[in-house]
């Protein structure tokens, strides 16, 4: 079994979550968490260690936008994620507005799920709210806003963030660190109970050009 990313943590946790129908308005300016535009990709090594098996795997992961849709006269941008060359789906969309890095689903039926706040942008250390409704939503801890986070892509200095889901037994503890400017550079996923600890690191970032079928 394959160790999952944040958003698809996240996404599998808050499925109930209804569609919005009142945007936030969009945040202008360069300086935002993560750079959205078509094409960008974030690629890096996952390195997933089964405790109980005494098992350790590792495979490239990546994550590309691939499309821009505009909902409600406001932009998103659909990715996809690729882990050990398996699609994981097309479905998590993402959008800066007032606060920082926003997120919401895409369904079969074309449908939204209400938007939330991922990343609060700027922060303060310590900053805590929750993603989505109170009930069955993650709560997230700003852990910092300046450490300097060493992975193969360089030294950058990031945001770093903590969810726990509080309301779940077993709740899997989920951190990841984003840098201003070049977005994602760190998520790691840790579940006692089944002791799984999943790791990625960036490597590359850039803007590619390619095709959807």
Not at 12 to 33: Q, R
Not at 172 to 188: H, R, Y
């Amino acid at each position: 079994m394959k160790a999952l990313s944040v958003p698809a943590i996240v996404f599998l946790l808050l499925l109930l979550i209804t569609c919005g129908d009142k945007p936030l308005a969009p945040i202008s300016g360069s300086d935002v968490i993560v750079p959205l535009a078509v094409g960008n990709r974030w690629a890096g090594i996952q390195v997933t260690i089964r405790m109980l098996a005494d098992d350790t795997t590792a495979c490239t992961k990546t994550i590309e936008i691939i499309d821009e849709v505009v909902i409600d006269n406001e932009r998103w941008y659909r990715t996809r994620q690729i882990i050990c060359d398996d699609t994981l789906g097309e479905d998590l969309m993402y959008s800066t507005r007032t606060g920082g890095l926003w997120t919401c689903y895409m369904y079969d039926d074309n449908t939204y799920g209400e938007p939330y706040l991922l990343a609060k942008y700027p922060a303060k250390a310590g900053d805590t709210y929750w993603m989505g409704e109170k009930v069955g939503s993650g709560f997230v801890t700003v852990a910092s806003i300046d450490s300097m986070i060493v992975v193969p892509y360089g030294t950058l200095k990031c945001y770093c963030y903590t969810v726990e889901w509080p309301n779940i037994m077993d709740f899997p503890v989920v951190s990841f660190c984003l840098a201003p400017n070049v977005g994602f550079v760190t998520d790691e996923l840790y579940s006692g109970f089944s002791g799984v600890l999943s790791v990625w690191q960036l490597e590359s970032f850039g803007n590619i050009s390619f095709s959807i079928d």
